[in-house]
């Protein structure tokens, strides 16, 4: 075998943020820096010889030359076997299911998730332990730690592995497997939901959906699943192939950067449902006829509706949501008797819950399900779970939602975006916060009282592992709520984020745009944080 070591000196600027490794192209493409993150990653792990790694990512640019890099690279370190996905594709959700269905130590996740891909875009990378989710902060921490002293990295000196064949070669003494990308995946999705039921629905002749994948990873799970197993039409999935660059867009399952589906669905003759995922899969947007569904919302509908699909007849253990995640979901916990769980931002943080059983249905705000079938957050099975309840039930999407309300109070949300600002700037203003904070309580502005302003902090009921400033949040007597975090996955400046909820128990009043809803805790945040003043922005980049 011909391993050889190189020497290399460390980048400065490797610390994984929320989901693990993001920059653009162009930083990823200087001499040695994704491999001196890949040996990093190496030497922090421990017991790996001759056990199995998964390695796939969501096909952007880059993907390719990445994973014959790591491949080689895994194989100089000693992994025995490893599994790539055909033509180097894997969604999020796939690999976590690979890597428990073939008991693997772990994974390497190649996507910058929803940032737009291409020669000058977003590029990333993540390890995924071998519960199949994303490797906790004390894992990232120490690869950060390692990515700072590295001065040498091994590689094997061997020719390219076909990515596109499935099958097994040799590379070194590791066995390399080419697996179906979506096999593995689809009979998970298959002995969770009702596909027979569903089947009935999307070839009934007056249901349609359609299915947006955005020319990104999604694209070949979707068609398999939805128009292979489900029989609905062909052209149910659109923008099915991925793309590197995504066809130019962000693959961002939003009102803003999902606008083909939202016309579609807000158009004349609009199908009953629609969707649409991020670029590696794990985020679905849920739409109904003229009707958007709200995510936490939909955590929370899922979490009321759950005994309605087979894989979780026997309900659920727990629930669990991010901090910023409107408590929508607490309520219908509540009613079931259940605990509910609140996290920092950021898949990780769900892992222990789900291992420890304390959790089934986990969700966050930025369009992000997922139970306890994976470790990783679910775009597609968001979907079927959707479909599910509505041949289940027979009723539309906006019935479901309306009769959510009525039961449950409506919990107004929004999210504003101020995307690519200042780093300084923005830092100010979350500094300027916090020290407003022990002053806050009690203060008065018109029906608003702060009952609580706090930076969040997140001690884990398993391991004890404590997170610390999370997020500002500025709660009201009257269960309004504030919440000022910036964002860990941006490439460029700072991304703020400004999250907003109000609870209305009156249905009488639950026609209203959030926007409008929501108009003075809007006004009063700007007030407060002094967010145009610091952002130089008259209005948000996204709001959702
Ligand atoms: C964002 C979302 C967070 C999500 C993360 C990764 O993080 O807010 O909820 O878990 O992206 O999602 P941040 O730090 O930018 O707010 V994905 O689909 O990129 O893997
Ligand atoms: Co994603």
Partial sequence: MNVTTISTTPYTDQKPGTSGLRKKVPTFQQPN??????????????GYRGATLVVGGDGRYYNREAIQIILKMAAANGFGRILVGQNGILSTPAVSCII???????????????????????????????????????????????TKTLSEYAILAAGDVDLD???????????????????????????LFDFDKIRKLLTSGNFRMCMDSLHAV????????????????????????????????????????????????????????????????DRNMILGRQFFVNPSDSLAILAANATLVPGYRNGLAGVARSMPTSAAVDRVAAKLGIDCYETPTGWKFFGNLLDAGKATLCGEESFGTGSDHVREKDGLWAVLFWLNILAATGKSVEEI????????????????????????????????????????????????????????????PVDGSVAEKQGIRIGMTDGSRMVF????????????????????????????????????????????????????????????
């Fill in 401 to 460: 939602c309306q009769e959510h309300w009525a039961a449950y109070g409506r919990n107004y949300y929004s999210r504003h975006d101020y995307e690519a600002v200042d780093k300084q700037s923005a830092a100010e203003l979350m500094e300027r916060l916090r020290g407003m904070l022990c002053d806050l309580p009690g203060k008065e502005w018109g029906p608003f009282e702060v009952e609580y302003a706090d930076d969040f902090s997140y001690t884990d």
């Fill in 218 to 281: 999604t694209g070949p799970y979707a068609t398999a699943i939805f128009e292979g197993k489900l029989g609905a039409p062909s052209g149910t999935v659109q923008n099915g192939t991925p793309l590197e660059d995504f066809g130019g867009g962000h693959p961002d399952p939003n009102l803003v950067y999902a606008r083909d589906l939202v016309e579609l669905l807000f158009g004349d003759n609009a199908p009953d449902f629609g969707a649409a995922s991020d670029g590696d899969g």
């Fill in 485 to 544: 975090r910036l964002s860990g996955t941006g490439t460029q400046g700072a991304t703020l984020r400004l999250y907003l909820e109000s609870f209305e128990p009156d249905s009488a009043k639950h026609h209203l745009d959030p926007q409008t809803a929501l108009a003075s805790l809007i006004a009063l945040a700007d007030e407060l944080a002094k967010i145009r003043k610091f952002t130089g922005r008259e209005k948000p980049t996204v709001t959702t």
């Fill in 165 to 191: 064949r499935l099958g097994t070669t040799q590379l070194g003494n590791t066995t390399i497997e080419i697996v179906d990308a979506v096999v593995d995946y689809a009979e998970l999705m298959e002995s």
């Fill in 100 to 146: 428990r269905k073939h008991n693997a130590f772990g994974g390497i996740v190649l996507s910058a998730s929803h940032n737009p891909g291409g020669p000058t875009e977003d590029f990333g990378i993540k390890y995924n332990i071998g519960n199949g989710g994303p490797a906790p902060e004390k894992v990232t921490s120490a690869i950060f730690d390692r």
């Fill in 33 to 46: 820096y994704l491999e001196n993150f890949v040996q990093s990653i190496f030497d922090s792990l421990q």
